[in-house]
């Protein structure tokens, strides 16, 4: 059985400008074939503001969303994070779904696709690191900045079209994600 990808796209802004930019990553990830790919919209989920009334570390949730968060969460071995910058930090909704649970993000490895200008977004990969690392999550290394995306963005078509350098990083972050999921397989408890 194949390792489990979740993509996390993490803005949800009503127009958000990361949507070629994140159909751009589920199709490579699927087409990769390591994992079965899971999306996680962060704008649909809709988590609310964090609001349990307990420490995630307990995992006693008592809303329904942080329950279904819960079980989403653990089902998973590796992640992308499909996330922009804001003002030069982490979106919101990224910081809040995280903080929603403590162990079902335990030992798992992150790569980032981020997007922005000059940047590329990655301020927001740096802040959303701390977090990673205070979750026990592995941010791998290989990851794929798209800086000036707009530009990458065909004005017909509305999809992305980034350049070799953009997919061979994108492969090469896919890849890595398979190697450090089997590694970190051992320190995660079995699934039920």
Do not use: C
Not at 152 to 174: F, H, Q, R, W, Y
Request: charge should be neutral; glycine fraction near 6%.
């Amino acid at each position: 059985m194949k390792p489990r990808l979740g993509i996390v796209i993490a803005s949800t802004r009503v127009n958000r400008a990361g949507e070629p930019v994140a159909a751009w990553v589920i199709e490579k990830a699927r087409a990769h074939g390591g994992f079965e790919v899971e999306v996680l919209d962060l704008r649909a989920i809709a988590l609310p503001m964090l609001d349990e009334p307990n420490h995630p570390r307990l995992q006693n949730y008592t809303r329904e969303e942080t329950k279904a968060w819960s079980a989403t969460i653990a089902a998973l071995d590796a992640f992308v994070f499909v996330t922009p910058e804001y003002n030069h930090s982490s979106p919101p909704a990224l910081l809040n779904a995280l903080d929603h649970l403590f162990f079902e993000w335990h030992y798992k490895p992150v790569g980032m696709v981020s997007y922005g200008g000059v940047s590329g977004g990655l301020r927001s990969v740096q802040m959303t690191k701390l977090t990673l690392a205070a979750l026990k999550m592995v941010p791998i290394l290989e990851a794929v900045p798209l800086t000036f995306f707009a530009q990458l963005i065909d004005k017909t078509s509305g999809a992305l079209v980034p350049g070799d350098a953009n997919e061979k990083a994108a492969a090469l972050m896919l890849d890595e994600l398979v190697r450090w999921q089997s590694a970190l397989q051992v320190l995660r408890p079995a699934k039920p």
